[in-house]
């Protein structure tokens, strides 16, 4: 304590570097064990923050691609019909329970020709319903309207319905799914 | 009594508890500080609340999509009291939005975030973003339908911010899709990370309180002037104030003992809330809706015309939080008084109006189509009588087609578009033709999905509907009908 009265920068010795030159040996030392404290413990924060931020952006930086899932028979989709299908989504995980489960409607313009809609209005993701009788889907919570080929028929939707890719193998009509869709893919 | 002091004595000599809580308890506050205050006090009671029943919650909810629903089932139905301790968890979580949003009007009315308090009110506004972000978060915890398609409208909004928008959504569902990841990553935030940044920053709201005192209620005349302001306010409490307990401590009680049995009864009587449908996505026969908190957002997101609404939804928030922020650094001195003020009362009256009224839209939401109008409302027997056939049919042209979703006959039906018991008063036959097929203003164009006959049903049905002595409504240019006397000449 006798070192930090001695000293005249008014700090009371609290090791904020204004210490005159002529400091003692010891004072020297512990302004060189704080640097080297500071710079083990930056170093050894920023190996411990690496894998936690990766961690936590992992969503983000991890790359999903779809795969083909089989919704059925062509035969269950009748020509000049809207049918609804579910499927479970292909890149779900353990916990996913009933949420990876997912709905589309399926449009056979003439046999062997389909549209494959999302279920996802396009405005705020809301789950459009198929009215047979007036050829529409609408959306129950912003009143998104949209014609029997997806495209944008009324309300606030910035565009027609997200379209999922498609193919006959066999009998079988596959979609190309997985991500939930979105304004900045075409699904 | 003596082994009590003594062993007081004993604690106080080795913590210095005593020393530390005392200045907690005994400060002195203006003497005039009534009713007005205890907001505050009210939104930490509640705020405790939230802590001690979600913990208990927390013991048996499973936090995974593949049994939270269920689990909240079993809480409601087989723990015991289960059903009381949901209740009062989301009650006392209304409850504390409540109280935060008056304690914040009050302040901002009485311009409390003066100096020296401006750490006071910007801490406060942290405290409710943190709030409104558990309020979101546990809506999530209950994991039904309104829970699902509430994170789908998230997703699609995350999806807007331009080039970071699919990486933002990644980051908010924890993965590609709405699942498993997706609660417990809001599950986390709901128990560990948000409560711990309100606990820290009730904190800090605590202390700066005791540093900076609580404000006089203000008075017309009596500026704050910065450079005197703290000398002269200490001098006042010394002088005229009064020990926190129990003059201003005792209030506070009586408010939130008059709260805390309210909330008992509002919980015991209406119970829990939800959980909802099971949260199933192909389950599509559902209506999403938010909790109250986030009602007027709901509504405003409805509101917003669609050629900005991307901007304003990713922007606005940004400038509101920032506004709120800047409030005391716009005005840190001078008058605190709603008379001096008059520009400030009509701003947080419009701001209280604006999100009563959104609340309101949000809650009757007449953008939204009534889904099953077209199957579950009755025509109203005054529009079929006396009608011919082929306008009867159109009656039923115009329940099938779906019309009803969207548009109303004797105020039952859609909203969405006009009502139309006296449409025929506005618009012609040949108009009717026209806006039935070609649609326009908000409504899809029926051309293609009725043939003529159904059109030509439907629009007889429609041209009958003004009310008695009404005229028709005539097609601009076609002759006008002549005056009486014209007609003879004729």
Redesign the interface.
Known sequence: MSESKEKSCGCGGCGCGSAPAAASKSEQRRGFMFKVGAGLLGVGGLLTALPIVSYL?G????R?SNIWVNLGATSSFPAGQTR?A?FL?P?????????????CWVRCIEAGQFQVFA??CA???????W?E????F??????G?Y??DGSR??????RGLFEYAWKVEGDALLIDA???P????SV | MNFLKGSLAWIEERTGAMAFVAPLMFHHVPRNAKWWYVFGSATLMFFTIQIVTGVCLATVYAPSAAQAWQSLNYIDTEVPMGWMLRALHGWSSNAMVVMMAIHMLQVFLHASYKYPRELNWITGVFLLLTTLALAFTGQVMRWDQDAYWGLGIGAAIADRIPVFGDQARALLLGGPIIGGETLNRFFALHVFVLPGAAIALVGLHMVLIIKNGISEMPKPGAVVVPSTYRKEFEERMHKDGVPFVPDAAQRDMVFCGVCLIGLVALAAFYGPFGPGGIPDPTLINTNPRPDYPFMWLFGAVSLLPPASETAIMLIAPAIVVLVLVAVPFLSNSGERAPSKRPAMVLLALVTVTAIAALTWEGTTSPWSPVMDGWSSLPTPSEFTKGRTPLEMQGAVVFQFAQCRNCHSLDGRGGKRGPALDDIATRLSYDQLVRQVQQGGGNMPAYGKNLDSAQTAAVVGFLSTLHPFNEPDAMTPGAQLPLPSGAATIR
Do not use: W
């Open positions: 952006i969503p983000a930086t991890k999903f609804f579910t989504n890149i779900r995980q353990p916990t996913d329970g009933d949420s990876a489960k997912t709905a279920i996802n405005h705020l993701g809301c789950p459009v319903r009215f009788q007036s050829k529409l609408m959306c129950p919570c912003h009143g309207v014609y029997q028929a009324a309300g606030p939707p910035p997985g991500r939930l979105g304004l900045e893919e």
